[in-house]
């Protein structure tokens, strides 16, 4: 392969030892990138890491370098699906997904941001089997295979949206799965039969540390969400922000960045973000409870 070293997995575990350096211009060929363990993993993701951002994205080396850097985090997500064993659900399934978020996580890290990459990608991954478990509680029996396909298609969406920068068509997706069109559509009514559980719903018998709900798992409630519940009405209040309020608001809610984060992007504290968030939801809220700007 072009501008890598061939070697074995046990290699790749040695390298990230220390024991046997390599050309810092090239990747290690991985022949089996899951039998990494996850210790050596953590050092050879940062080689990877480094190579991935001056790699041209859609090069055979840059797939390679990603699709590397996807197998040998899947522990990750393996650690983040055993947390929800409890709910029920197949483990296949909650793996399947937490994985669309280790993607996310792997197209969104950089080294510049000096944090390990396991500390970044768990909130991805854990976002990502949260949200899968608040949108497939199914209201009618759907088939098994309907089932698969919708997780099938929420990772080929995602896929195709990062490498193409837009919605995929359905003849992409199509494509990409291996699947006919109509069953492509088939499969995203099926993502429509479900409904929301209570967040009071027993998921565990109750025992000496009390009895566990679907609420202990999904996160705390999210003041800003109140945002969303008529975008007819926002969209004229967000327009009337001014550029910097509008890249705050653009990078919380839209690309879910941490307010370090975006403190980092805007050259202020993390705490200035927190009061500028808070005025300007505060702000949003007002107009949205006046009658004179709804009318």
């Not at 068509?169 to 492509?184: C, D, F, H, K």
Request: charged share 30%; hydrophobic share 40%; with cysteine.
């Amino acid at each position: 392969m072009d501008g890598m070293t061939a070697v074995t997995a046990g290699e790749a575990t040695a390298t990230a030892r220390g024991t046997k350096p390599l050309d810092g211009t090239e990747l290690p060929v991985i022949d089996d990138p899951s039998l990494i363990r996850p210790k050596d993993a953590r050092d050879l993701s940062r080689q990877f890491f480094g190579r991935l951002a001056v790699l041209e994205e859609g090069t055979r080396e840059y797939q390679y370098a990603r699709n590397t850097l996807i197998e040998m985090n899947l522990s990750l997500v393996r650690y983040a699906a055993s947390r929800f064993r409890s709910r029920g659900d197949s483990m296949e399934d909650i793996v399947q997904v937490g994985t669309i978020g280790l993607i996310k996580a792997i197209d969104r890290f950089e080294l510049s941001r000096e944090v390990e990459f396991t500390s970044f990608a768990v909130p991805y991954i854990v976002g990502e089997i949260k949200r899968f478990f608040r949108d497939t509680s199914w209201a009618v029996h759907v088939p098994r295979r309907l089932q698969e396909a919708r997780v099938e298609l929420a990772k080929a969406t995602e896929e195709l949206r990062t490498r193409l920068g837009r919605t995929p068509t359905t003849r992409e997706l199509a494509a990409l799965m291996s699947l006919a069109e109509e069953e492509v559509i088939e499969a995203r009514k099926a993502a429509n039969c479900y409904n929301s559980s209570s967040l009071d719903a027993a998921l565990a018998p109750e025992g000496e540390n009390g009895e566990s709900v679907l609420a202990d798992f999904i996160g705390e409630d999210d003041r800003s969400l109140e945002l969303v519940e008529d975008l007819h009405s926002l969209a004229p209040l967000i327009a009337g922000l001014d550029e910097r309020e509008r890249r705050i608001i653009h990078l919380r809610f839209v690309e879910e960045r941490t307010q370090a984060d975006i403190g980092e992007l805007l050259g202020i504290s993390q705490m200035h973000v927190s009061r500028l968030i808070g005025r300007i939801i505060k702000r949003l809220r007002a107009g949205l409870l006046d009658d004179s700007l709804s009318a």
